[in-house]
């Protein structure tokens, strides 16, 4: 059976391996997950305890012996509810220290701030933080993240849409074909603006590049004066070069 859905919930490989097994062999000991399995015992034991402790396995003692079954299936609904209490909680925490949070890191920052995200969850942080712009400026958009991250950007885009984020986008001129989004604006780029998947975002005061690679990175600067500039070069190429 197909358990890769566990690894979305925060299970390990370890973790999968030794439920799926106990789930399709019913109830074993150490020594008989460890013939089946080959993962070393001392292992064995750490895994089996990081389940129970999610409640998706129990165990029972017979003869002096551990034998360990999974729990209901249901029981993964259950912690994925439990997850998601302790995440709200976690939530209205840091939410009543925003303030607080947002304060302190004004006044330790320098004027220019210069991050690095790498990866899907890296780019995944970079476009949340699109969220809180008013407006988005795009030079040469490849509906990249459309396109390879497609159920986030569904659930991101409805939440763009319901804040009200303008997007101003050149998109590239093979993008011609691509339908436009909600409160999105559209012009196209001469063909020569069309060589590697690399996208400048413009939003508030931050300028961010976009290079989709084999590894996704995003190098955001945030600086005002950068910003405005890149702004300008961003209305001149709507005004005088990109076309409808």
């Known amino acids: 059976m197909d358990l ?8 390990s490989e370890g973790e ?4 799926s097994n106990l789930l399709d ?7 008989e997950i460890n013939e089946r399995l080959r ?3 001392r292992n064995i034991y750490d895994i089996l305890n990081k389940l129970i402790e999610r409640g998706l396995v129990s165990f029972i003692t017979q003869n002096k012996k ?12 259950s912690y994925l509810e439990e997850k998601e209490y ?4 976690i939530k209205e925490e840091v939410n009543s220290k925003m303030k607080e949070l947002e304060s302190s890191y004004s006044k330790a920052k320098s004027e220019t701030n210069a991050q690095i995200f790498r990866g899907v969850e890296g780019m995944k942080a970079v476009w949340n933080d699109f969220l809180e712009a008013e407006e988005m400026c795009w030079i040469g958009s490849g509906r990249y993240v459309p396109e390879n991250l497609p159920h986030f950007f569904t659930s991101w885009n409805r939440k763009r849409v319901k804040k009200g984020i303008i997007w101003k986008n050149l998109l590239r001129s ?7 989004f909600d409160l999105e604006e559209q012009k196209f780029l001469p063909e020569e603006f069309t060589s590697n998947p690399t996208v400048i975002g413009i939003y508030g ?3 961010v590049n976009l290079l989709f690679f084999e590894e996704y990175f995003a190098i955001v600067i945030e600086n005002k004066k950068l910003a405005d500039s890149y702004r300008t070069y961003h209305k001149y190429l709507w005004d005088n070069v990109a076309k409808v």
């Not at 999968?16 to 439920?19: E, F, P, S, V, W």
């Not at 302790?86 to 909680?89: C, G, L, P």
Request: hydrophobic share 40%; no cysteine; proline share 2%.
């Open 66 to 77: 551990k034998i360990f079954k999974v729990t209901s299936p249901k029981m993964i609904l």
């Open 174 to 180: 093979n993008m011609r074909d691509k339908k436009a």
């Open 4 to 11: 890769d859905f566990l690894r979305k919930i925060g299970l």
């Open 39 to 41: 993962i070393e015992r």
């Open 16 to 19: 999968i391996k030794i439920y």
């Open 205 to 207: 005061n931050k300028v």
């Open 25 to 31: 062999f019913g109830e074993q000991s150490v020594q």
């Open 86 to 89: 302790h995440i709200n909680e």
